[in-house]
C-alpha cells in the first residue's frame, strides 16, 4: 500500500464506528470520574493506578490497556501517552480523556485497528501531570486565562524544566567516549525535583517504556529531542542550532507520523510560526534544559517527543470536537509507531532471560537494554543493521538483522556464560523465554509524601 494512503485507510477504519462524545472541560473530580467510569465499561482490558501524589495531594492517575491489564507480557511493548504537564496548556489533558473513552468503546465495538493494538501493546495514558496546575488555569477560565497563569505546579516550578539535567553530562560524556544511555542521576537528584517530577521518574524507572509523547499547546508542531542545545540559546534565536540525536532521521519520521495524520499540522504555517512538515528538533526552534523528553532518551529505553496541538493553550469548549477530530487518527497512528525496528529476547544457555543486556546497533551511538524479563526492544528504520547483545559475565553475541517498514523484526540472543569471569548471582525470579506462567506483575514505587517541598 503506498505510504500517503495509509492515514487514509487508517482514518476510514475509525470512522466506521465512531461513537458520539461529549466535548467539556474535565475538572479534577470529573476527569477522575472519566477515568473511572471508562474502566467501569472496560474493566477486562483497562486498570487504573496512580503514580503518586502533586504537591496539593492529588493523585497522578494513569489509565492503562491491555489484554492482560497490570502484567508486562514478554516482548509485548510499553507505550505512554502524557497530558497536562503545564497546567494551563489543557487541549491534551481532554484529548487523552477523549483517546480512552474511544479506545474502550471501539473495543467494545469489535474495531479490528483498536483491538489488535491493545492485545499487542501496553498502552498508559496520564490526563494531567499537573493537577494542581490546571485548577489555577480553570478558575480563570479560557476566555480570561493569561498565558502563564496555571502553568506551573503548586510550588511555582515548571516542571518541563525541572528533570536532572543529564544532556551537560552526556555533551561532557561524548568528548571523553562516556555513556550515551542510561546516564545516571546526580546523588542529590531527589532533593532538586518536584513531587510529580519524581513520581514520573519512578514510575518511568519501573517500566520499560518503548514511545512516549507529552502533550503541549501554545503551537502546533511536534517537536523531538534534542531540546538542548550544547551552544545555549534563546527562544528569540530560532532555527540556528540544530541538535539532532543519534537517532535523529527516526526521530523526524516518528514526528512525521503524527503531523501527516494530524488535520493540519503537517501544512507548516500554524500560530504564526512555519515548521517544515509540522515538525522541529527542539534545540532548533529554542533550547530548553531539564526537559522531560531529553530525559527519557538519556537515562531510559524510551523515545519521545512533545506535541505542541493548540495555539490557543485553553481552547472553549466549542473547538474541542474540531481538535478531537484533528488528532484522533494522529494519536493512533503514533502508537502504532511502537511496532517498527527488533525486538526479541536475550537469554543464557539454559534460556532464562538476562535482564539489563546491552544492545548496540552498530553506526547509532545510542544503546538500550534488556528489560526485567530479557526482553527488548529497539525503535528502527527500514534497512540492514549489525546488532550487538552484551552483558556483564557472558561473552557478547553480534547478528545482521534486516528491518522491514511493517512488523518488527524477531531477534533473539542467546549468549553464553564468560569462561573467564563469573556471571553475577541472577535473581530465582528470572524468566524463561515464551513463560508466560512465570509473569510478574510490575507496580510502579509509590511517591513518598515526604518528599513534597
Known amino acids: ?215 503541549h499547546g501554545g503551537a502546533v508542531v511536534a517537536n523531538y529531542p534534542y531540546d538542548k542545545s550544547q551552544d545555549q540559546r534563546f527562544r528569540n534565536h530560532r532555527r540556528t542550532v540544530n541538535t539532532p540525536t543519534p537517532d535523529d532521521k527516526l526521530f523526524q519520521k516518528l514526528a512525521k507520523t503524527y503531523s501527516y495524520a494530524h488535520g493540519w499540522m503537517h501544512r507548516g504555517w500554524n500560530c504564526g510560526d512555519y515548521f517544515a512538515d509540522g515538525i522541529t528538533n527542539g534545540a532548533s526552534w529554542y533550547s530548553l534544559s531539564k526537559g522531560m523528553q531529553d530525559f527519557n532518551y538519556l537515562y531510559t529505553n524510551c523515545f519521545e517527543i512533545t506535541l505542541e496541538l493548540s495555539c490557543n493553550k485553553f481552547p472553549p469548549e466549542e473547538d474541542l470536537e474540531r481538535q478531537w477530530m484533528a488528532n484522533r487518527e494522529a494519536l493512533v497512528a503514533f502508537m502504532e509507531e511502537v511496532h517498527q525496528g527488533i525486538k526479541g529476547m536475550v537469554s543464557d544457555e539454559n534460556n532464562n532471560g538476562i535482564a539489563g543486556a546491552v544492545i548496540s546497533v552498530q553506526g547509532i551511538s545510542h544503546d538500550i537494554t534488556s528489560g526485567d524479563m530479557g526482553d527488548y526492544f529497539r525503535l528502527l528504520l527500514p534497512g540492514t543493521y549489525t546488532v550487538t547483545a552484551s552483558a556483564e559475565g557472558y561473552q557478547p553475541q553480534t547478528v545482521t538483522t534486516t528491518v522491514g517498514p511493517a512488523a518488527p523484526s524477531l531477534v533473539h540472543f542467546q549468549l553464553k556464560q564468560d569462561v573467564v569471569r563469573k556471571p553475577p548471582e541472577r535473581k530465582a525470579s528470572g524468566t524463561r523465554m515464551n513463560n508466560k506462567a512465570l509473569q510478574k506483575k510490575v507496580v510502579p514505587r509509590a511517591t513518598r509524601r515526604g518528599t513534597q517541598k
Open 1 to 215: 500500500m503506498a505510504r500517503w494512503l495509509r492515514p487514509l485507510v487508517g482514518a476510514l477504519i475509525l470512522l466506521e464506528g465512531a461513537a458520539a462524545l461529549s466535548f467539556l472541560h474535565h475538572r479534577y473530580e470529573e476527569m477522575v470520574q472519566a477515568l473511572f467510569r471508562v474502566q467501569s465499561q472496560c474493566p477486562y482490558v483497562t486498570r487504573i493506578y496512580s503514580i503518586g501524589r502533586s504537591v496539593e495531594g492529588r493523585h497522578l492517575y494513569v489509565l492503562e490497556f491491555s489484554d492482560y491489564p497490570g502484567i508486562h507480557e514478554p516482548l509485548e511493548p510499553e507505550f505512554k501517552y502524557v497530558g497536562n504537564m503545564h497546567g494551563n496548556e489543557v487541549l491534551g489533558r481532554e484529548l487523552l480523556l477523549q483517546l480512552s473513552e474511544f479506545l474502550c468503546e471501539e473495543y467494545r465495538r469489535g474495531n479490528e485497528r483498536i483491538t489488535r493494538l491493545i492485545h499487542d501493546t501496553r498502552i498508559h495514558i496520564m490526563p494531567s501531570m499537573n493537577p494542581d496546575g490546571y485548577e489555577v488555569a480553570a478558575k480563570q477560565g479560557p476566555d480570561s486565562n493569561g498565558y502563564l497563569t496555571g502553568r506551573n505546579n503548586a510550588n511555582g516550578v515548571d516542571l518541563n524544566r525541572n528533570f536532572p539535567d543529564l544532556n551537560t553530562f552526556m555533551y561532557y560524556s561524548g568528548e571523553i567516549s562516556g555513556p550515551n544511555h542510561h546516564i545516571p542521576l546526580p546523588d542529590n537528584w531527589k532533593s532538586q525535583v518536584e513531587p510529580e517530577t519524581l513520581a514520573v521518574i519512578q514510575w518511568i524507572s519501573s517500566y520499560n517504556f518503548v514511545l512516549s509523547a507529552n502533550l
